[in-house]
């Protein structure tokens, strides 16, 4: 029996700039796209420096592991919501997947436990801390 994904969610690439929606972007309300502007530049400034701490790691330089991300750089700001359902036993909020990308960073807003990490072959809960950030190098 397959269970469906039950989420309402709203993806929006917000750099490079060329890779913006147009026909989306200009008809949001300014003030979420100023707060989009600045929450993105925010964690661009984050994710720079947490570049430059896995090139200390890693034993590179900085400046090639920035060329190693920066040309591809590509940001997306991702909001789920998983709003009750009438029949929980035929859904999942999301379908178990790992995040490909270089570098993901989850802001839980809440309590509601969503996130999970795969250990031993078994999927395991993450006890959300609210307002941090949870990394995924």
């Not at 003030?31 to 420096?49: F, G, H, M, N, Q």
Request: proline share 9%; with cysteine.
């Amino acid at each position: 029996e397959q269970k469906l994904d039950w989420a309402d969610l709203f993806i929006l690439t917000t750099n490079p700039v060329g890779l913006r929606r147009d026909h989306v972007f200009p008809k949001l309300p300014l003030p979420l796209r100023d707060t989009v502007e600045t929450y993105s530049a925010e964690l661009k400034s984050i994710a720079k420096i947490l570049f430059a701490k896995m090139a200390i790691a890693l034993n590179v330089t900085p400046e090639e592991m920035e060329k190693f991300f920066d040309d591809d750089l590509v940001q997306r700001l991702r909001m789920n919501y998983y709003p009750p359902c009438p029949q929980p036993d035929q859904v999942i909020g999301l379908t178990p997947h790992s995040d490909t990308t270089g570098l993901t960073m989850l802001l839980q807003i809440n309590e509601v436990e969503g996130l999970q990490i795969k250990k031993n072959g078994k999927w395991l809960p993450v006890k959300p801390l609210p307002n941090a950030f949870v990394v995924n190098v």
